[in-house]
């Protein structure tokens, strides 16, 4: 099983729609949780950390779900400007000190 | 200005032949990690380092080596190169190894 998992989509939006990606992590001993975006094979850039409480940016929001083992990003009043790839990444603490990262939802948002 | 950099961009080389990219970063970060991308399989890392002389195997290592002798390099080095490794190559910085990571702009590798 894989450490992250994501639909890959693509999801196609219009405009001012709003749309959520889910992604499940199978560590639950992971600690810290983010969204980053990858525009066009570019390097993948931060969007946001998850924390706990889950969080808002503007229009986009982050959720974690410890129990269900899933962090979720909603994305409202789409522009064209979100169209992108969403890669979720995840880290678990401990002697395993590294990155895990989704292979990515690729959102469409058409005018 | 607060960056990763990666050298080259752009590199075709063929079977067995060694080859190093490098990396470098300006802020002064802790961690420092290299990573492949493969379509279909996103990011997988190879290997990262805590800082100065630690290092340690991220999920796919095999034929690759690192070092970190200095905390702002982080080179790879691929000492004999296949065709499957040929793959969109990115190196990350961060403060600490649980922070946001800064990406490299990457570095294309095509291995004949």
């Known amino acids: 099983r894989k450490e992250v998992e994501q639909d890959p989509g693509p999801f196609n939006v219009p405009e001012g729609a709003t749309v959520a990606f889910n992604c499940t992590y199978s560590?639950?001993?992971?600690?810290?949780f983010f969204w980053y975006r990858q525009d066009c094979r570019k390097e993948p850039k931060l969007l946001m950390s998850?924390?706990?409480s889950g969080n808002e940016d503007g229009r986009f929001t982050a959720q974690l779900n410890r129990a269900s083992q899933y962090i979720s990003l909603l994305i409202r009043d789409s522009k064209l400007s979100d169209s992108a790839t969403y890669l979720c990444?995840?880290?678990?603490?401990?002697?395993?000190?590294?990155?895990?990262f989704g292979s990515g939802t690729k959102l469409n948002v058409k005018p | 200005e607060a960056q990763v950099t990666q050298n080259p961009r752009y590199l075709i080389t063929v079977t067995g032949k060694k080859l190093t990219v490098t990396c470098s970063q300006n802020?002064?970060?802790?961690?420092m990690s290299w990573y492949r991308q493969d379509p279909g399989l996103g990011l997988r890392q190879i290997y990262y380092?805590?800082?100065?002389?630690?290092?340690d195997k991220g999920d796919v290592p095999e034929g690759y080596k690192v070092s970190r002798k200095e905390k702002r390099n982080f080179p790879l080095i691929l000492e004999s190169p296949s065709p499957n490794q040929t793959s969109l190559y990115f190196c990350?910085?961060?403060?600490?190894?649980?922070?946001?990571?800064?990406f490299g702009p990457g570095t294309r590798l095509l291995v004949l």
């Open positions: 802020m002064n970060h802790e961690y």
């Open positions: 560590n639950s001993a992971s600690q810290s």
């Open positions: 990350a910085s961060s403060p600490e190894y649980q922070e946001t990571q800064y």
């Open positions: 990444v995840v880290n678990s603490k401990g002697n395993f000190n590294k990155f895990y």
């Open positions: 380092s805590m800082n100065v002389e630690v290092t």
């Open positions: 998850v924390y706990s």
